[in-house]
């Protein structure tokens, strides 16, 4: 069992940054890829960034890039997402999700864990 627990999520003006944090106790090792998914009513939910726990490997969906930075501190269990000029369509509810393996899959159906979500609203 992986319990996740984020937070960082709020309200910010367009341009500006949040930083999400996800937090991982229980049986997660070396070897569990971690990502981040977004979700707006009634869309499915969304890749947005993943990060191999030991190996550094990263994937970010194209609409992030060079904005958002997925990172992880394997000392404190914990993964970050530091998203960067923030527009109005970031809005969503933010998960973090946790697999066991390497691959850092963009599919959520592969990532057998997951948080609670935290909400991130960016107006106009």
């Known amino acids: 069992q992986v319990q996740l627990v984020e937070s960082g999520g709020g309200l910010v003006q367009a341009g500006g940054s949040l930083r999400l944090s996800c937090t991982a106790s229980g049986r997660i090792s070396s070897a569990d890829a971690m990502g981040w998914f977004r979700q707006i009513p009634g869309k499915e939910r969304a890749f947005v960034a993943g990060?191999?726990?030991?190996?550094?490997?990263?994937n970010y969906t194209d609409s992030v890039k060079g904005r958002f930075s997925i990172s992880r501190d394997n000392a404190k269990n914990t993964v970050y997402l530091q998203m960067d000029s923030l527009k109005p369509e970031d809005t969503a509810v933010y998960y973090c999700?946790?697999?066991?393996?390497?691959?850092?899959?963009?599919?959520?159906?592969?990532?057998?864990?997951w948080g609670q979500g935290t909400q991130v609203t960016v107006s106009s």
């Open positions: 999700a946790a697999r066991y393996g390497v691959i850092i899959h963009t599919t959520p159906d592969k990532y057998a864990y």
């Open positions: 990060i191999s726990w030991s190996g550094g490997s990263r």
